[in-house]
């Protein structure tokens, strides 16, 4: 039995910046995480619109189950990426 197939996630909000890092350390000596376009707009959803999660995961035409593990997910990224002081880049579809 194969698993059933995943549905087209939904992408509103594009970043005005694919790439952030600490100020003052070139980004070519620096460790690099990568943040998927959907843990983008799932931070961009929760966070900065501030939206309740099944009103985030109709948006983005997912499960709320699914969407909690999307923002998690980001935000574990981020967390990482500020206290150790990595690059942040957003990847491009």
Do not use: W, Y
Request: a positive charge; aromatic letters at 6%; hydrophobic letters at 35%.
């Amino acid at each position: 039995m194969s698993p059933r197939p995943c549905k087209q996630r939904r992408i509103n909000g594009r970043p005005n910046s694919f790439l952030f890092k600490p100020a003052g350390i070139p980004a070519k000596e620096l460790e690099e995480l990568e943040l998927t376009l959907e843990e983008f707009e799932a931070l961009r959803l929760k966070d900065f619109l501030g939206l309740e999660q099944i009103e985030c995961a109709q948006k983005m035409n997912v499960s709320q189950p699914t969407f909690h593990r999307l923002v998690v997910c980001a935000r574990q990224k981020l967390s990482d990426c500020i206290v150790n002081g990595k690059v942040i880049k957003i990847k491009k579809n």
